[in-house]
């Protein structure tokens, strides 16, 4: 069974990363998105398990210190880690898997899994982004100004990732992500392994 691709979308607070990624996965049959564990509370709307798995901050250091985490980080005063036997399943079974992480998570992933391909979401400006942020009242102005101050820092590290994904228009946006996950699905890394039969009888002339 062909091994699925390891992809890391990296994004500032209010950038669009996650309707992005829910809009790519109703497209794309073969991936999976890895549902993070946080200390942070619920936001109305959203569902544990779902949208996060929500622990306490002793249970979250628990599965910390025992090595549960793929990476892990605090953003905003709250903690965030990946399950590794979640990933490692899911990429073992032949899915490809997003990770949608900070810039912190994305070097400990980037570390651990070389050939991870990293996308990161950019606002088309500030301004964009900070009315973004006051659109979609979850946060109080104190709050959005801390992120804006975040997402400067954040965007910092742009140049960390391999490819960068203008969210102007929503939809181009989207179809730029579609083709960042085909072509790397594409490159002869990948099709060394996914193609290891054919190219083998191939090179032998059978």
């Not at 996650?18 to 569902?47: I, N």
């Not at 973004?132 to 997402?151: S, V």
Request: charged share 20%.
């Amino acid at each position: 069974m062909s091994k699925g691709t390891l992809f890391i979308i990296t994004a500032p607070s209010g950038a669009g990363k996650t309707s992005l990624v829910k809009a790519l996965l109703d497209r794309e049959q073969q991936l999976r998105v890895s549902v993070s564990h946080t200390t942070r509370s619920m936001r109305p709307g959203e569902q544990d398990g779902i949208n996060y798995h929500f622990v306490g901050e002793a249970e979250f250091m628990e599965m910390l210190q025992a090595g549960y985490f793929f990476e892990s980080a605090e953003v905003y005063g709250h903690h965030y880690g990946t399950s590794q036997l979640w990933v490692n399943q899911q990429l073992d079974s032949g899915f490809d898997v997003i990770l949608e992480i900070d810039w912190q998570g994305a070097v400990q992933v980037r570390n651990l899994e070389p050939l991870a391909c990293s996308i990161f979401i950019l606002p088309p400006s500030l301004e964009t982004l900070k009315t973004r942020l006051h659109e979609r009242a979850q946060d109080d102005p104190e709050t959005i100004e801390n992120r804006m101050k975040q997402a400067v820092a954040e965007i910092s590290h742009v140049a960390e990732a391999d490819f960068i994904v203008v969210n102007d228009d929503f939809e181009t946006a989207l179809q730029d992500l579609a083709a960042i996950i085909r072509s790397r699905r594409l490159t002869v890394k990948s099709q060394e392994i996914n193609l290891a039969s054919l190219l083998t009888s191939l090179t032998r002339g059978n």
